[in-house]
């Protein structure tokens, strides 16, 4: 069989996205990601990587632009009003840097909750498939713990097996090792690093050159509400074409190596 040409994963077309008059944060962001891609977004604070991935997630609006996921209309917006398509909102999960399991549950109800009230998954089989998830990222013994008894590395990686548990066929993550302390870091980046290697497509903005490095097939470096540059990781991290890439660069990943 012929190999048959598959649409862009993901096709970000002008999107704007202010925060009243006069915070304007995306300014005509035009990002297409093609299935398998993963996706380092670097870039100035304050220049609207979380705002990105908050509006891919479905989280913020926009101000117009479009979306499209697997080649079929995601996000749009005309005249001011948002418009989303809630079921290829489930195709996504996102990780944030700050914790958000519920602390009322414990880590494996943090972990179906979702499967059984979204999908009416049965308490017996997502269990089965929490367990499984837990045991493959070293925390089979937690199930029973509460966020409260976790370490910050073990409730990222709850919080990662709990996205995976809808089946995203993309994984947004967002500075997610960045409250975490240093040696807390690795056993984190190792469970993405496990996903990459089963080729879940993922869009991941970090500080942390090591992990960019290693996790990217591609960089983008976003300042001032637009893409300022797209290539692969040795190209825009080792020698970068445009200047504002190479001053950020430097200034910012070369102070931690
Ligand atoms: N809910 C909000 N209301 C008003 N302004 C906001 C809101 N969220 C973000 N902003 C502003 O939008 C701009 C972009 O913020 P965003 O958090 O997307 O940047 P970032 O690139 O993720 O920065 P950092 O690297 O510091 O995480 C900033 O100027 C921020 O102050
Ligand atoms: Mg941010």
Redesign the pocket.
């Known amino acids: 069989m012929t190999q048959s040409f598959s649409p862009p994963l993901v096709k970000m077309q002008s999107l704007h996205k202010s925060?009243g008059p006069a915070?304007q944060?995306l300014k005509g962001l035009d990002i297409e990601m093609k299935p398998g891609e993963r996706v380092v977004v670097i870039?100035p604070?304050?220049?609207?990587?979380?705002?990105l991935l908050r509006v891919m997630m479905g989280l913020e609006k926009i101000d117009s632009g479009s979306i499209t996921f697997g080649g079929k209309p995601y996000i749009s917006a005309t005249n001011g009003k948002t418009i989303i398509d809630t079921d290829v909102r489930r195709l996504i999960g996102m990780v944030f840097q700050h914790y958000t399991l519920f602390p009322h549950l414990n880590v494996l109800q943090n972990l179906i909750l979702a499967p059984c009230k979204v999908r009416g998954e049965t308490k017996a089989s997502a269990t089965q498939r929490a367990q499984a998830l837990l045991d493959r990222f070293g925390l089979g013994a937690k199930a029973g713990n509460y966020p409260a008894q976790l370490s910050g590395g073990q409730k990222q990686r709850v919080a990662i097996a709990r996205a995976l548990m809808l089946d995203p066929k993309l994984m947004l993550f967002d500075?997610v090792t960045s409250a975490l302390d240093p040696e807390l870091v690795a056993e984190v980046e190792q469970v993405i690093l496990q996903l990459a290697a089963q080729n879940m497509p993922m869009m991941i903005v970090t500080h942390d050159m090591w992990f960019a490095k290693n996790i990217a097939s591609r960089v983008i470096f976003c300042a001032g509400g637009v893409v300022v540059e797209d290539g692969p990781p040795e190209q825009v991290l080792g020698s970068p074409k445009e200047e504002r890439t190479k001053e950020f660069i430097d200034r910012v990943f070369h102070i931690h190596h």
Request: aromatic share 8%.
């Open positions: 925060y915070v944060v870039g604070s304050g220049g609207g990587k979380s705002t500075e």
